[in-house]
């Protein structure tokens, strides 16, 4: 197995300086195919898909050595390659979230403030309802040292100015408004909060998410009976 795979690697290398990069992908697909906890030979593919120009292939490879790491307890080098994935794809959801999560595992606080204040802002952008409340409901987790350090920090998370719902599509103007109510309502602003759920399901009353973080803002701020209302 090692003789096979130090032929491979010449091979491959010599592809490399040959600017043969097809030549060379291919002999990285079959070492990895051929042993795919063989991490090193992935890393190597994902850069050379990169190179091509074939980026999603690339972070796609990239994602899944991150999450070998993680299986295999090294969460220091899952975030390094998720950060790569970052660098191709700044605004990747998967990537925004497993950052959060594994400094938050790691007890870096900080780190985790940082990279929740840019899947923030990335779905600022990008309306992915249902899996930015998710992360959005992160923040109100009692015991969580990331939601303390956003509560006793009045930068990590500004309230966006006031939205003109015509100007968005409903989808857009619905994720943003909730997760302006979030923020009031971790810093003590629950009336605001609930103005801003009970004018979205004013026009869109079936709407779940908007429900639900109503009914979780009610019951943070001791109402509840207004809660089991909705």
């Known amino acids: 197995m090692f ?12 592809f490399m300086r040959r600017g043969q990069l097809a030549a060379a992908i291919a002999r990285y697909e079959r070492m990895v195919a051929r042993n795919p906890r063989d991490l090193s030979a992935a890393n190597s593919l994902g850069d050379l898909y990169v190179r091509a120009g074939r980026t999603a292939e690339g972070a796609a490879v990239f994602s899944v050595i991150a999450d070998q790491y993680c299986a295999d307890g090294f969460l220091p080098r899952a975030i390094g ?43 600022e952008h990008n309306a992915e309802p249902q899996r930015a409340l998710e992360v959005y409901d992160r923040i109100a987790e009692p015991n969580s040292p990331v939601a303390s350090a956003q509560i006793a920090s009045t930068e990590i998370l500004e309230v966006s100015p006031a939205l003109d719902r015509h100007e968005l599509s409903e989808d857009e103007f619905v994720i943003k408004q909730i997760f302006r109510a979030e923020v009031l309502a971790i810093r ?18 079936d709407n779940v998410p908007a429900r639900s973080k109503l009914k979780d803002v009610y019951l943070r701020a001791g109402f509840a009976e207004l809660a089991a209302n909705e």
């Open 3 to 14: 003789l096979r795979r130090t032929k491979a690697l010449q091979a491959a290398e010599k």
């Open 81 to 123: 390659m998720l950060k790569k994935i970052i660098r191709l794809d700044p605004g990747s959801t998967e990537a925004l979230v497993k950052l959060v999560e594994l400094h938050e595992r790691l007890g870096r606080t900080a780190e985790a403030l940082e990279w929740q204040r840019r899947f923030a802002n990335s779905n």
């Open 188 to 205: 003590g602003g629950f009336d605001e909060a609930v103005a801003i759920l009970r004018e979205i399901l004013s026009f869109a009353p």
